[in-house]
């Protein structure tokens, strides 16, 4: 009996200095102390032992289960100081360690579309400028050979301002003043944001924004044919793809002879889709060989220059270069929308 006592208090002295967690000691408790633990069976069975025997083996067992019972505490305070002990190292703070990643904002799509066009128009030497947002009925009208009382303008329905200027209701006004400023030769684009006084849909809005182009010579050195190349050449940059240009006579009252441009569908190279409504071509520009009488109006000698002139909407060129069908989703606001370009 004594021997199986020994024999319980070395394996349990053994086992603990081994255990290396506290699950581990609470599994050595249950082992060595635990109802159905040896030692408990001895603890049990004293009854059936003689008196003087069971003095002797239950002092010894109780003073081995005490044993245990502060050995089992000694190593728990061990290991919990160990614990704590090196934390410093284990948590210290890594400064260069890559911290979380922040969501970036990014350009509006507009913004995107605007500062392509730019950079395709300036790889063909045109220059960016700017016009202005409240414009005057000279240069928004008058100098452009939109009269008063003409019926032409019933086609820029107009936010006229108390003060009897206006907002812009096209790009075209910049044309007036940069050549008021500059002589030709001359290129230039002028992207900017005009207003209608018109009800939204699908594919209106009354605040949106256009990209005007000039580009202005000495007579006879600007022809539609080089106009035709210019904006192929910049609807091939812009969709990424070879497409075909075609001009159809149109008019407005700054151009002559003025024409609308059509390309044919990126989308389904012109074999009609949902994008070019089944026939093959989108409208995409109106433009025309500069008017005499826009020159004049700038104080130019009549016959002196020639040149082209073209305007576009550059919600919409972003509406078929992203196959978006609703205007309005650009302005919403929305960035379930946003965050896909
Ligand atoms: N300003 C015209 C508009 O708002 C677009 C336009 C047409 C501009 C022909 C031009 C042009 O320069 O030549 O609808």
């Not at 009854?47 to 083996?57: A, H, N, Y």
């Not at 002028?190 to 005007?212: K, L």
């Amino acid at each position: 009996m004594k021997n199986r006592i020994n024999k319980i208090k070395e394996l349990a002295l053994k086992e603990m200095s081994e255990a290396k967690s506290l699950a581990d000691l609470e599994k050595l408790r249950v082992k060595y102390l635990g109802r159905r633990s040896d030692l408990t069976n001895v603890l049990r069975g004293l009854k059936d032992l003689s008196k003087g025997e069971r003095k002797e083996i239950g002092e010894m067992a109780n003073k081995i289960k005490e044993e245990i019972e502060s050995g089992i505490r000694n190593q728990e305070s061990g290991i919990k100081k160990l614990k704590f002990s090196n934390i410093e190292s284990r948590e210290k703070i890594d400064t260069t360690y890559p911290g979380e990643k922040i969501k970036k904002g990014h350009l509006h799509p507009l913004t995107q579309v605007r500062y392509e066009i730019e950079e395709i128009f300036k790889s063909m030497g045109f220059l960016t400028v700017e016009g202005r947002e409240v414009e005057d009925e000279f240069h928004n009208f008058d100098a452009l050979n939109i009269p008063k009382d003409h019926p032409a303008r019933d086609i820029w329905d107009t936010f006229w301002l108390k003060d009897g200027n206006l907002l812009q209701t096209h790009t075209s006004p910049m044309q007036i003043r940069f050549m008021k400023e500059n002589k030709p030769p001359l290129r230039i684009i002028v992207p900017g944001r005009v207003f209608r006084y018109e009800a939204s849909d699908a594919t209106h809005e009354s605040n949106f924004y256009q990209v005007e182009g000039l580009m202005v010579d000495e007579s006879g050195k600007i022809t539609v044919a080089n106009f035709k190349s210019a904006m192929a050449e910049f609807m091939k940059s812009l969709f990424k793809r070879e497409v075909k240009i075609r001009l159809r006579p149109s008019y407005f009252p700054f151009v002559e002879p003025g024409f609308e441009i059509d390309v044919s569908c990126p989308y389904c190279d012109g074999a009609g889709c949902r994008i070019c409504k089944k026939t093959g071509w989108i409208e995409i520009l109106g433009a025309g060989m500069v008017n005499q009488k826009v020159f004049t109006s700038v104080g130019f000698k009549k016959d002196k220059y020639e040149g082209f002139a073209f305007g576009f909407g550059l919600d919409r060129i972003a509406m078929i270069k992203y196959g978006v069908d609703d205007v309005r989703l650009f302005y919403s606001g929305d960035l379930r929308f946003l965050e896909q370009f």
